[in-house]
């Protein structure tokens, strides 16, 4: 059953409404971040380019900007010429009623222009500054540029992707940007909390995409310094438990399973009519398990090659097995949980007729998130927000 479109939520303010957020960022990291707090009902200010505005603009599927539609939800835009000084001007006056700012611009950059966080604290002493960039407003790389490519590759994040007889693998989607942002919002909130609660000034967060990534790699820095050897890739087996892997079904389909833990283990080589697997001194311990992946792989993948997808699935689910199948893009929304829960929602698009996009990640019970109007279109809101701070049409075209 397809996922029906509903409306806009134009009712729903969220928790965060009155929390006036600047974001001066481009590309994945920044609108991510600043998505969890529109979500939430922050008023997310674009501050854009003339003309070209943020890069996501320009990544186009069929002529449509795609992931500007889906990070661009629930934020208004304006448009400032940064290089004019009345246009700085204006923008640190938007400075002064605003919670939050966010720039991924060079570091560096702002200070060339003549906006040096010192003057947005001069303006707002509460103000939460976010400076976010590929590997952080200090060190030796940090004036190089940094996109997100550069450091899954430089954190030991691709040495560790892949199979061991190919190349190193780099994530098919904007990881570190996304852990970057997740990272940047939790920030935010707590720097907000330090402010509001505790009657402190506003300060700057150095956020950095490298850190972001290091920091899910866990004790990978650590298991070397112990150990004194780099873990081979392992395809989508793991190095810290077995069984963990994919395996193909009789029908061609793929079924990712896990047993993390050792009474899972056990449930699964019951399931697969192994139960002997279970007093085998060689697998009685994970790293054991480990040790002897390829007899286990054999084992549970010659079970599920014999079986077909649905057939795998019906005694998992029965006996309680961590499995599930592998979705691709176009099986995910046809899932009943997807829907009932649902993970994915059909909202109206001027272009498009409707789009279909996550819904607000994280749930709430009492003061939800609200997806409550689309992505704007370059400079949509900036009479509207520039004309309240007293600027009339003239004054406002020479600002853009």
Not at 44 to 60: H, N, S, Y
Not at 77 to 96: D, F, P, V, W, Y
Request: glycine share 10%.
């Amino acid at each position: 059953m397809p996922i029906k479109q509903r409306a806009f939520d134009t009712d729903q303010q969220g928790p965060l409404s009155g929390l006036r957020v600047l974001d001066m960022s481009r590309l994945v990291a920044g609108n991510m971040l600043s998505l969890q707090l529109a979500d939430f009902g922050a008023e997310v200010i674009k501050v854009e380019e003339p003309q070209r505005g943020d890069t996501l603009r320009a990544w186009r599927v069929k002529g449509h900007p795609i992931h500007w539609k889906v990070y661009g939800r629930n934020k208004k835009s304006i448009t400032l010429n940064l290089k004019k000084a009345r246009a700085r001007e204006a923008l640190l006056e938007l400075a002064k009623g605003a919670a939050v700012m966010l720039e991924s611009f060079r570091p560096g950059y702002l200070e060339e222009i003549g906006l040096p966080p010192a003057r947005f604290l001069e303006a707002n002493p509460r103000l939460v500054i976010v400076r976010l960039s590929g590997f952080g407003q200090t060190g030796p790389y940090a004036k190089r540029p940094g996109f997100g490519t550069l450091v899954e590759a430089m954190s030991g994040f691709a040495a560790m992707n892949g199979f061991p007889d190919r190349e190193p693998v780099l994530p098919p989607l904007a990881l570190a940007d996304m852990v970057a942002a997740l990272h940047g919002s939790t920030a935010i909130m707590i720097a907000l909390r330090e402010v509001e609660l505790k009657g402190g000034a506003g300060q700057i967060i150095d956020l950095s995409l490298l850190d972001a990534m290091v920091s899910i790699l866990g004790p990978l820095a650590a298991d070397f310094e112990v150990s004194g050897r780099v873990r081979p890739r392992t395809g989508s087996a793991s190095n810290g438990s077995s069984p963990r892997n994919v395996y193909l079904t009789s029908d061609g389909h793929w079924i990712a399973m896990s047993g993390s833990t050792q009474r899972m283990t056990e449930r699964i080589f019951t399931t697969i009519g192994r139960p002997d697997m279970i007093g085998d001194p060689r697998l009685a311990s994970n790293a054991g398990r480990v040790e002897h992946r390829p007899e286990i792989d054999a084992a549970v993948g010659g079970w599920i090659g014999a079986r077909s997808l649905a057939a795998c699935m019906a005694v998992f689910e029965e006996a309680g097995v961590t499995a599930a199948p592998v979705y691709d893009s176009s099986q995910v929304a046809e899932d009943p949980h997807f829907q009932a829960r649902p993970v994915l929602t059909r909202l109206p698009d001027a272009e498009l007729g409707s789009i279909l996009m996550h819904e607000v990640t994280t749930r709430l019970s009492r003061t939800p998130g609200a997806i409550r109007m689309p992505a704007p279109e370059l400079g949509a809101h900036t009479m509207e927000i520039l004309g309240a701070l007293g600027h009339d049409a003239a004054a406002i075209a020479d600002l853009q």
